[in-house]
């Protein structure tokens, strides 16, 4: 076999060298866009717990995004916040019963 | 100040509204009543052709749910967690199978026997609650998943939730002022309150008059929630029961307390709270204390204990 001059080896190794660096470029841009597809069509399934927290972030979109409703749930935003049992603003006074009274009471 | 107010019966059970000023009573009427009917729609556990029935029917598929039910059912999960799974809305099966499975309205009597079971012996059966975890709930694509065999019952925590929504209705709908919605005892106010707040008898039973005896208070603003196992009362083999199931036993509970009241910032929260109280049973007390929560609860001898920010009853301000 014939051996390779100096000029033949460095063109031969500076074309391997576009190859490798072609083939790791090509191979990052493949995974990034496999990735970003396989993100896009499958948006993953929350557990229980996790759907139950996640809604404190999504419900306001999601009424305001049904406008078809003849009752907007969007009052109940707070109310079904995924913070404690809240207590009144102002605590109840004694009173005495008169015009206007309302029962509370097992039902 | 003289207050406005339209009652009529609705879910089974008394609606009230009042309102601050005169003038915008039928509007905010006329709001409430088209919130009930869209919650009646949507989440009745006796109507065949409400949302709730048809999701109920398929469980085991994950099934597209209204903004509406998919509120209610997020309503009730979180009652679930806050409660540790005292209030459970998995307890659908649990509770028609132990007899409560019709509006309480088409059953006449002080203790009914259910129709079916007249005459012929019936045992007591309990069916396993499977438990709130079990519930996939999707708000982002708004759809239901109940594995086979669970049903849901949004009584609990869905009428308290339709008091709220229709008080927020009702308020948008009169535009000034300020309103009551009261559903069955579970009562949500709105906007501006008359003087002195809203006036609240605190009974056992919600159709007992307001001029009765009681403990009356003065609710500024929130809710104002009553659970007691001394209503929606039936027989069944030879058993007393009630409505408000123990998902531990999947039987009606047992506890030391027979009422509780609680005034929370909403009618849903003071609901969760006085319905987990009943079935938490000797813990009640501390557990209510840790949410630093005003409430009242009778005990089955009628021994009453007030708590929190609850007022003396001694001293009669209003």
Known sequence: ?107 | MALAVKSWTALGSSAHVLTTLEDRLEPATAAVRRVLLDVDAAYSRFRKDSELTSLNASAGRTIPVSPLLATAIEAALRAARLTNGAVDPTIGRAIRVVGYDDDFSRISGPHPTLARERGREVKLRAEVVPGWQAIRLNQRSRTVWLPAGVELDLGSTGKALAADLAAAAALAAAGAGGVLVSLGGDIATAGVPPIGGWRILIAEDSQASPSGDGDVICVPAGGVATSSTTVRRWSRGGELLHHIIDPKTSLPTSGPFRTVTVVAATCLDANTASTAAIVHGEAAIEWLCSWHLPARLVENDGTIHYIGQWPDPSSVAA
Not at chain 1, 16 to 42: H, K, Q
């Open chain 1, 1 to 107: 076999m014939d051996s390779l001059t100096p000029t033949q080896r460095d063109r031969g190794l500076q074309r391997l060298r576009r190859l490798t660096f072609g083939a790791t470029a090509g191979g990052l841009i493949a995974l990034v866009g496999v990735g970003y597809a396989a993100a896009a069509s499958y948006a993953g399934k929350a557990s229980s717990t996790g759907a139950t927290a996640a809604t404190t972030t999504t419900t306001t979109g999601t009424t305001t995004a049904t406008p078809a409703a003849t009752t907007s749930p969007s009052a109940a935003s707070s109310t079904t916040s995924s913070g404690g049992l809240q207590s009144a603003t102002q605590a109840p006074t004694t009173g005495s019963s008169g015009s206007g009274t309302v029962t509370s009471g097992g039902s």
